[in-house]
């Protein structure tokens, strides 16, 4: 089935997606303070061929120019975060003017393009002065974030009208503590559980408290969950019990936590596994419970969990023994992640029964491919946008099965720092070359605009 933009709701929210710490480079400038992202990137051995993100994409020097790449595709909405250590750089205290003034600029720059604003508080950029003072591990981090959160609506809040608390808690809990593979590279599963409790008690605070601050009547508060489907690789019992452990550590733990104020009772068998319940206040939790009026959601991939006897426990679902991540069917992404629509569909029905009234949207769906330009310059990336495609038609069946999906945003505008794999996996519409920084529109950002222009 060909789609196109009529195909959805006239109100569907068309986007694109990216962060701070991926594309805004100028990390010494006009105040601002240092991330742990900065310092891991500056951390020999941590980051493919020793890159880091101190220029990025140089977004921030550039955005109007981006701004402009976004107008010409057509879009209604772009998500962003903002950069934790430019806005306070202590992590507390006092607003840096010139931080403000850069996200202000970028704002009003969008709406005058008639593109809303869709603001990321957090994208696993902490400052590192806070931690310094123990970071996700101090139970201290609540309140810095609900401050850092408060600044953020009194600074953008006449200006920004839809607000995320986090980007994907998963990585940050368990890449950044568990396998230690993003900042701040902590490998110690206990702590991640930790981090997670920590990052749920400060979405809920957080959002109750930006609720009264500068408020609106058309202010829109949630986080965003990266909900993938971990699905058992064979038919067999074991197979499926330990599937059913590595989507209650990726899935329902913050699924759970988010809409109940409450852990699945794996989660906390694996809690006490590690011995941290001591350090995990289960009513405080519920007690501080804030409904959210819609629920982000990324979507990239399938996990395939097998079990395999003897196997190390998995570094980033820490929790289940013997399994294994098989590899998924058919060719893969350049992160190695199969091309699976279907798992899209049956993640969104599957949130549409957690929250039969909640609207979704889907805040990150894309792919890197090897993107290279011909002898004109032009960058033809058909995988891409075959990717797009047929995960556009997987919203469009969730949508048939009744899903409440309203909008939909691709990651992302520009190729970026992507982590630890550095400048290697490119998953913009539009190309980036890092040596001259000039910006090129692929192919796929030329059907994405002919596609919502239809």
């Not at 891991?40 to 941590?46: D, I, M, R, S, Y």
């Not at 206990?190 to 997670?196: E, K, L, N, P, T």
């Not at 529109?441 to 950002?445: N, Q």
């Given at each position: 089935m060909t789609l196109n933009a009529t195909d959805f709701p006239e109100d569907f929210v068309w986007g694109v997606a990216t962060s701070a710490p991926q594309i805004e480079g100028a990390v010494d400038?006009?105040?601002?303070?240092?991330?742990?992202?900065?310092?891991?990137?500056?951390?020999?051995?941590?980051?493919?061929?020793?890159?880091?993100?101190d220029t990025a994409a140089d977004h921030y020097h550039r955005f109007e120019e981006d701004v402009d790449l976004m107008a010409e595709l057509g879009i209604n909405a772009y998500r962003f975060s903002?950069?934790?250590?430019?806005?306070?750089?202590?992590?507390?205290?006092?607003v840096n003017e010139a931080g403000a003034d850069f996200y202000r600029r970028l704002c009003s720059a969008l709406l005058a393009k008639g593109i809303t604003p869709v603001v990321t508080l957090y994208h696993w950029d902490l400052p590192q002065v806070l931690h310094d003072r123990g970071g996700w591990l101090n139970r201290e981090s609540v309140d810095w974030f609900v401050e850092y959160a408060v600044a953020a609506k009194e600074a953008l809040g006449d200006l920004v009208r839809v607000w995320t608390t986090f980007n994907e808690p998963h990585c940050t809990a368990f890449l950044g503590y568990a396998s230690g593979l993003h900042a701040p590279g902590v490998t110690d599963?206990?702590?991640?559980?930790?981090?997670?409790?920590?990052?749920?008690?400060a979405h809920h605070k957080a959002v109750k408290a930006m609720r009264t601050t500068n408020p609106h009547e058309d202010d829109q508060f949630s986080i965003v969950l990266n909900l993938i489907?971990?699905?058992?690789?064979?038919?067999?019992a074991e197979s499926k019990e330990v599937a059913a452990g590595v989507d209650a550590i990726h899935n329902r733990l913050y699924a759970s936590a988010v809409l109940d104020g409450r852990y699945p009772s794996v989660i906390l068998d694996y809690?006490?596994?590690?011995?941290v319940v001591d350090r995990i206040d289960l009513e405080e939790l519920e007690a501080c419970v804030e409904p959210i009026d819609f629920l982000g959601m990324n979507y990239y991939n399938v996990n395939h969990i097998g079990h395999a006897p003897g196997a190390p426990l998995l570094p980033d679902w820490p929790g289940p023994e013997n399994a294994e991540l098989m590899r998924p069917p058919g060719h893969l992404t350049e992160m190695h992640w199969g091309v699976e629509p279907v798992g899209l569909t049956w993640m969104l029905n599957r949130v549409s029964r957690w929250a039969p009234d909640l609207p979704i949207y889907l805040m990150e769906n894309g792919a890197a491919y090897p993107d290279e330009p011909d002898a004109d310059g032009v960058v033809h990336d058909a995988l891409r946008q075959e990717y797009i495609e047929a995960h556009l038609a997987a919203v469009r069946q969730a949508m048939d099965d009744g899903a409440d999906v309203r909008g939909y945003?691709?990651?992302?505008?520009?190729?970026?720092?992507?982590?630890?794999?550095?400048?290697?996996?490119?998953?913009g519409l539009v190309r980036v070359d890092f040596d001259t920084l000039e910006r090129t529109?692929?192919?796929?950002?030329r059907w994405y605009r002919q596609f919502l222009a239809s």
């Open positions: 400038e006009d105040g601002r303070s240092p991330s742990i992202w900065d310092t891991f990137a500056h951390t020999p051995g941590k980051i493919d061929r020793g890159e880091n993100a903002i950069s934790w250590s430019r806005l306070l750089p202590e992590g507390v205290g006092e599963p206990g702590s991640a559980y930790i981090v997670s409790h920590h990052l749920m008690l489907p971990a699905w058992a690789a064979e038919p067999s809690m006490a596994k590690f011995d945003f691709v990651w992302s505008l520009l190729d970026n720092f992507e982590w630890a794999y550095g400048y290697d996996k490119r998953f529109m692929k192919d796929s950002g």
